[in-house]
């Protein structure tokens, strides 16, 4: 007889997108089955008022709603929910915490350190990470820099791009010194975050999140976003210069049609850009490998082995 399959799902609640993976677990081995995600903009007034907005909270507690739907209707039987650096920083926090529950969503906001370890194993189980790689996460409010499993291999810094959007508002097309702005902001930031890795050495950046999904996708032209076409995809330095260069010279509209720009990615695709060749110049790196998978990837096993909520 067949053993039975358990469903279960991993939930990331990001400063700018709030994604869901629902995954089958059989004879102890994960199959995704579906993928859901929306862009709310969670973090989009944080810098300025320390809190979450009124129109950005509700269209995140309904995310959410519409995930509790989507999880029932799929048999999933037990979930985790976490939260990353948008809600680490807001204030009201709580308030938000409560409607998620009230939503049928119950979240735990997790650290910086443990939003590093889960995406290094999320990224790990697709990629064979050995030495002299360093897996770079940028977020709307935090991005991440790991180089392994432990306490020591990661830096978590303020530099998401929802936050450098606030700190360093761009017009639309941004203007050349706000772009030289920007780079310089994100060197200095990166150089001086990572000062304890002075005697690292790397030969090879992965890249996670929706920045490095989303230039991936614009380099490959898709008109339909394919998981496994995004996955292993290899970018050099010159041509993530080439897409900062390109994209900081359009508008939002513009860029909107380019194929492969996600809607709610246009402005925030600019700086995650600056970010990405930033960090390689950091490094020394002349090559990115792309990885579709992430923190989501990196919740699931712990779900698997009994730590999650009923569904």
Known sequence: ?????RRVAAIDIGTNTIRMLVAGVERGRIRPVARFRRITGMGKELRATGKIGPREFRESVSALREFRREMDALGVVKYKACGTAGLRGAENREEFLEAA???GVRVEVITATEEARRTWEGVHGRFRLEDGTVVMDIGGGSTEFIAGPGR???????????VACGLLPLSDPPEPWQILNLKHYFAGRISTGTVSWSKRRFRRMVGTAGT??????????MTEYDPGKIDGHTMSLARLRHWEER???????????????????????????CQ?????????????????????????PGIRNGKGERG
């Open 101 to 103: 529950c009230a939503a």
């Open 212 to 221: 490095f999904t989303t230039l991936a996708a614009l380099d490959r032209k």
């Open 276 to 300: 990405a060749v930033a960090a390689m110049e950091r490094f020394g790196i002349g090559r990115l490998v792309v990885s579709d998978a992430g923190l989501l990837e990196g919740i699931l």
């Open 152 to 162: 020591r291999d990661a830096v978590s810094l303020p530099i998401g791009v929802v």
């Open 247 to 273: 994209l900081s010279r359009l508008t939002e509209r513009e860029r909107l049609r380019l194929p492969g720009m996600e809607k709610g990615r246009e402005r925030y695709i600019v700086p995650g850009a």
């Open 1 to 5: 007889m067949r053993p039975s399959v």
